[in-house]
């Protein structure tokens, strides 16, 4: 198991150096541009229906702050309320697609106690009201580690958690195989219903740290974190998108093979990306399909990073692979990427920066 870095939060962050190099000689074309300093452990970037110039950023202390231009301001703070540190934390934020008429949101966090919950509140169009906090999703965690967390709503208008295995190394309780426990999972709910339960559409997940629809093909990416060796971005068009999926954690660590067990249930989907742990890194940090148009050589390619290494990478999809990987910068410990309305990308980075990818 490895350990974590200071304030870190991704599983799995040993590495043994090695040569890897994903850069080309071509000439830079993208940079990223400072828009703010939110204080450390800045994970997310997110944006509210309806409201085009602000940026939401979710920091694992269990703030978000709002960022309009150059002003900041806290928009949730619900610290009291969660544990944090090491990969714990205040983890993903999804405005409800009708925001703008029922101010309803959701928040993703490991509780007191450690263990997961998403936490649907209300807000005054300004700041979240604590006092309207309900409770529809409760996991029991048996380690602090791979928690996951990503919330996000998907092109079926469904709100989408993902999680990690449980934690330790190596799945050592086989749950992501297992579809008796939500740990190492893909899940969604309809939140228009009144009764509706979680439904499992992906499993053999290790910890699904960031995942993404493309905001115009609807295909889903998931950045999921590996073992010891391999780090993986698995690819589902939307078309082949149907419960139930299986990424093959823990019998594959990336597409190698890691215990000599059957896979369980669900279309087994293997990834269409893997690097190897070393200089590119040991911790993939999944990203967006760049849709924006201030940088036209990103786009339609998927933009992804490493939290140990830094490295930000943009690849296109084609023939089952993720081809023409290409090494677009570097920023220090990129924990999360984001989208505002108009496609355009942001980084996270765990120090507090907010970066907006431009054109060099």
Same mark, same amino acid.
């Not at 939110?38 to 997310?44: F, I, R, W």
């Not at 295909?219 to 590996?226: M, P, S, Y």
């Given at each position: ?11 799995? *962050? ?5 040569? =890897? ?9 993208? &940079? ?5 300093? $939110? ?5 997310? !970037? ?16 269990? &703030?978000?702050?709002? !960022? ?14 969660? %544990? ?22 959701? *928040? ?30 409760? !996991?029991?965690?048996? =380690? ?91 690819? !589902? ?14 019998? #594959?660590?990336?597409?190698?093979? =890691? ?15 893997? #690097?190897?742990?070393? %200089? ?7 990203? #967006?399909?760049?849709?924006? %148009? ?19 990478? %943009? ?11 290409? &090494?677009?910068?570097? $920023?220090? &410990?990129?924990?999360? =990427? ?11 980075? *765990?120090?507090?920066?907010? #970066? ?5």
């Amino acid at each position: 198991m490895r350990r974590a870095l200071a304030l870190g939060l991704l599983a799995a *962050l040993l590495a043994v150096p090695a040569a =890897f190099a994903h850069a080309s000689s071509r000439r830079a074309t993208v &940079q990223f541009q400072t828009v703010a300093h $939110v204080g450390a452990g800045a994970l997310y !970037v997110t944006v509210a229906p309806g409201e085009p110039g602000t940026i939401y950023v979710v920091r694992q202390g269990g &703030q978000v702050a709002a !960022v309009t231009g150059s002003k900041v301001r806290v928009f949730a703070n619900v610290a009291s309320k969660i %544990s944090s540190g090491g990969e714990r934390g205040l983890l993903s934020l999804a405005f409800n697609p009708g925001y703008r008429r029922n101010h309803l949101v959701y *928040l993703s966090y490991t509780d007191t106690l450690g263990d997961s919950r998403v936490v649907r509140y209300r807000t005054n169009g300004r700041t979240l009201l604590p006092r309207t906090a309900k409770t529809i999703l409760y !996991v029991k965690q048996p =380690f602090s580690n791979h928690n996951g967390g990503q919330l996000q709503f998907g092109p079926d208008g469904k709100l989408y958690v993902g999680y990690g295995d449980g934690g330790s190394g190596g799945d050592p309780g086989n749950r992501a195989q297992n579809t008796g426990t939500k740990l190492g999972k893909l899940l969604r709910l309809d939140v228009t219903k009144a009764k509706a339960v979680w439904q499992m559409v992906g499993l053999g997940l290790r910890n699904p740290w960031r995942f993404s629809f493309d905001r115009k093909t609807d295909d889903l990416w998931i950045g999921d974190v590996g073992q010891d060796t391999w780090e993986e971005i698995d690819y !589902v068009p939307h078309a082949a998108f149907k419960p139930l999926l299986n990424f093959g954690w823990s019998v #594959y660590e990336g597409d190698a093979k =890691f215990k000599d067990e059957a896979v369980g249930p669900g279309t087994l989907t293997q990834p269409v990306y893997v #690097y190897k742990h070393g %200089s590119a890194g040991c911790s993939v940090t999944g990203g #967006y399909v760049y849709r924006g %148009s201030a940088v036209p050589a990103l786009a339609g390619r998927y933009v992804f990073g490493d939290f140990c290494s830094g490295a930000i990478w %943009s690849g296109v999809i084609g023939g089952g692979a993720l081809t023409d990987v290409r &090494q677009e910068g570097k $920023v220090s &410990q990129p924990a999360g =990427f984001g989208e505002d309305a108009s496609g355009e990308l942001y980084i996270a980075a *765990l120090d507090g920066a907010v #970066y907006k990818l431009a054109q060099a």
